[in-house]
Antibody, heavy 121, light 113 residues
Framework: QVQLVESGGGFVQPGGSLRLSCAAS????????MTWIRQAPGKGLECVSF????????YYADSVKGRFTISRDNAKNSLFLQMNSLRAEDTAVYYC??????????????WGQGTLVTVSS | DIVMTQSPDSLAVSLGDRATINCKSS????????????LAWYQQKPGQPPQLLIY???TRESGVPDRFSGSGSGTDFTLTISSLQAEDVAVYYC?????????FGPGTKVDVK
């Protein structure tokens, strides 16, 4: 069955860096767009970044552009999010999610359990 | 950006009664070339990730109970729970995937009265 398992979250000071990972299994990873979605404590959902199955295209929300970098290793069925210059407002649970396989169907049919990133001094 | 709004913010419904959640987009999410509405609904229970319920505005995801239904077109959409069960207590989000950034509504909390 499809599984997405995030890791790499933690506590970091403002200006610091973290690298999130998402281990995928149970499906042909390279055939799917993948995305990172975050949810600040008690708040709603924000699409942070997504990447195409072959590594392109890449998309970044304005709030993270120039600070975050998404990447993937299809040989290792893994998705990554390198987060630099972290700010307090980046504090959130970060979910890894799979886009539908349908062309243009950018809804999210599987989600991981999430990893918490806390940015604080 | 397409802004998604939802109403009400929260509602309490008796077990077995109908719950109706509205979602409005700031621009139409209907793609004229295929007549599809690029709109999805998710359910999020406390401490869990969101779960896909509905896509293309009205197509139920596999395994989702048929008491959940989606309707609407263009800019106005509705998620209906025909007979609320205790396990349906959750926050419900709509999401547009017509254009980037893909955006979510702020959520509607559903409780049992």
């Amino acid at each position: 069955q499809v599984q997405l398992v995030e890791s790499g979250g933690g506590f970091v000071q403002p200006g610091g860096s973290l690298r999130l990972s998402c281990a995928a299994s149970g499906f042909m990873f390279g055939g799917y767009y993948m995305t990172w979605i975050r949810q600040a404590p008690g708040k709603g959902l924000e699409c942070v970044s997504f990447i195409g199955g072959s590594g392109t295209p890449e998309y970044y929300a304005d709030s993270v552009k120039g600070r975050f970098t998404i990447s993937r290793d299809n040989a290792k069925n893994s998705l990554f999010l390198q987060m630099n210059s972290l700010r307090a407002e980046d504090t959130a649970v970060y979910y890894c999610a799979r886009h539908s396989v349908i062309v243009g169907g950018h809804y999210f049919d599987y989600w991981g359990q999430g990893t918490l990133v806390t940015v604080s001094s | 950006d397409i802004v998604m709004t939802q109403s009400p913010d929260s509602l309490a419904v008796s077990l077995g009664d109908r719950a109706t959640i509205n979602c409005k987009s700031s621009r139409s999410v209907l793609y004229s070339s295929n007549n599809k509405n690029y709109l999805a609904w998710y359910q999020q229970k406390p401490g869990q990730p969101p779960q896909l319920l509905i896509y293309w505005a009205s197509t139920r995801e596999s395994g989702v109970p048929d008491r959940f239904s989606g309707s609407g077109s263009g800019t106005d959409f509705t998620l209906t729970i025909s007979s609320l069960q205790a396990e349906d207590v959750a926050v419900y989000y709509c999401q547009q995937y017509f254009g980037t950034p893909f955006t979510f509504g702020p959520g509607t909390k559903v409780d049992v009265k």
